[in-house]
């Protein structure tokens, strides 16, 4: 094994950027750190058991499937809890933020994301030029702006970019950026340890909250009401609001009238899928980034195949980059048909394909989430299954019931309906079964 650790897993991260979103990248693997690489094992370092946990039961798979790959033979992960002799928690070494940016955030701002590497087509002219103006005088322009759109067309990068020229030309700003299901921890952890006030204080006592992805926020009654009266707080002094969303604000049926009319107080801009020419233009810049000179014509074919999204792009360029070298194959239009695949070729989902999505996140076999078996982890797990198959796929309940054992109808209603309560009480399983759902959605044609 030639790599070392910090090689190893800086490549894993670098993958890991391209398959997950920006706030849940942040979330878990901002302040993680490689410790030790042998030749059966990766070390890695987190500052807590909160972080431990959360990258054990969602990403643990994942990353040893990368990190075997870059080393062409199996790799286990190792998480450690890095402490000092007295016990407490070591700072990280891993931050994307700028020195000054942020200081005051539950995330960091990434300084790549700026106006000017923002690549601008018809699909997103609105949302980009109210996050200009926003971002050149806050509190006035629209406020709140809210940008919606599917995953990863552009949005948390519009929401960094107002933070990120903020900052630059008035550094003495205070600016939050966070995830809604970063909001909602902090939310739950400020109550168990009394410390509301202080939460408060961070989040209403600031020039600029940007807040990605509210769409997790449905059904969690609490933090909707903390983040109404923050809105409020806020938008009463002046103090400017952005938000993101996967849906507009009127199809979020999961939250507050209330605070869905707040979100139309100021502007509702909407971000398109790019068209051909601006997905070459993004291709172009994305190699640009990495000081290559890709030619065109293998632009254009990447681009013709990538229709979704820009992370999708972006993680088409890396396999094909990563094909090039380690293949030491020219790029041709020829040497690339088989690896990209046209989008509309997509199988369609089934329930198959769920369980075993699901049963590879948790480290379990699909004929165990099929059995009978009562164990806390695997009825868990059947019981997500159950719900997914419900709302990806047009199967019925008894359908689904036969998928899974002949169970009766009813008790697979039962699983289903436990899940929907539960996703109301624990915003960390909402996001851990929004990656699934996005996972799925990203690899299969599926019927909403």
Same mark, same amino acid.
């Given at each position: ?40 094992? /990766?070390? =890695? +370092? ?9 990258? @054990? #039961?969602?990403?643990? $798979?994942? *990353? ?102 903020? /900052?630059? =030309? +008035? ?9 809604? @299901? #970063?909001?909602?921890? $902090?939310? *739950?952890?400020?109550?168990?340890n009394n410390t509301t006030a202080a939460f408060r204080n ?89 000081? /290559?000179? =890709? ?154």
């Open positions: 094994m030639t790599a070392t650790a910090t090689t190893l897993w800086d490549s894993v991260l670098s993958t890991l950027k391209t398959e997950i979103s920006y706030s849940s990248f942040e979330t878990w693997f901002q302040e993680t750190r490689p410790v030790a690489l042998d030749d059966r094992s /990766l070390t =890695i +370092a987190v500052p807590d058991p909160f972080t431990k946990g959360g990258i @054990e #039961r969602r990403y643990r $798979e994942m *990353i040893e499937e990368i990190a075997s790959r870059s080393c062409e033979q199996p790799v286990a992960l190792v998480i450690e809890i890095l402490k000092d002799e007295a016990g407490a928690t070591l700072p990280s070494s891993r931050s994307h933020a700028t020195p000054d940016a942020n200081r005051s955030g539950a995330l960091p701002l990434n300084p790549d994301y700026s106006f000017a590497s923002f690549v601008r087509g018809k699909n997103c002219d609105l949302a980009y030029f109210a996050s200009e103006a926003v971002a050149g005088k806050l509190g006035t322009a629209y406020n709140p702006l809210f940008i919606y759109g599917n995953v990863g067309l552009g949005k948390t990068h519009l929401l960094q970019a107002i933070g990120n020229h903020v /900052l630059a =030309i +008035a550094p003495e700003r205070s600016v939050v950026y966070t995830s809604s @299901e #970063r909001f909602a921890i $902090e939310l *739950i952890n400020a109550i168990r961070k989040y209403r006592q600031i020039d600029l909250l940007l807040i990605d992805d509210v769409h997790f926020l449905e059904g969690k009654e609490a933090t909707q009401e903390e983040l109404f009266h923050t809105f409020n707080e806020l938008h009463g002094n002046e103090k400017q609001i952005v938000l993101s969303s996967d849906r507009a604000p009127e199809d979020l049926s999961g939250l507050q009238e209330r605070l869905v009319s707040r979100f139309r107080w100021g502007l509702v801009a909407d971000i398109q899928a790019p068209d051909l020419e601006t997905r070459i233009a993004i291709l172009r810049e994305k190699a640009a980034l990495r000081g /290559l000179d =890709i030619d065109v014509g293998i632009l254009e074919l990447i681009a013709s195949r990538i229709s979704s999204n820009v992370r999708a792009l972006e993680g088409a360029l890396l396999k094909v980059l990563a094909f090039a070298e380690l293949g030491g194959e020219p790029l041709t239009p020829k040497t690339l048909e088989g690896m990209l695949p046209k989008e509309g070729q997509r199988p369609r989902l089934t329930i198959q394909h769920i369980k075993e999505e699901v049963a590879s996140r948790y480290n379990l076999k699909r004929q165990e989430i099929e059995s009978s078996s009562r164990k806390k982890e695997i009825t868990q797990a059947r019981h997500i299954a159950i719900y997914l198959a419900r709302e990806m796929t047009d199967n019925s309940f008894p359908a689904i019931g036969r998928e899974f054992g002949d169970r009766d109808h009813s008790t697979i209603m039962h699983s289903y309906v436990k899940v929907k309560s539960m996703l109301e009480e624990t915003p960390l399983l909402y996001a851990e079964i929004g990656e699934i759902q996005e996972n799925l959605s990203a690899r299969y044609s599926t019927v909403q």
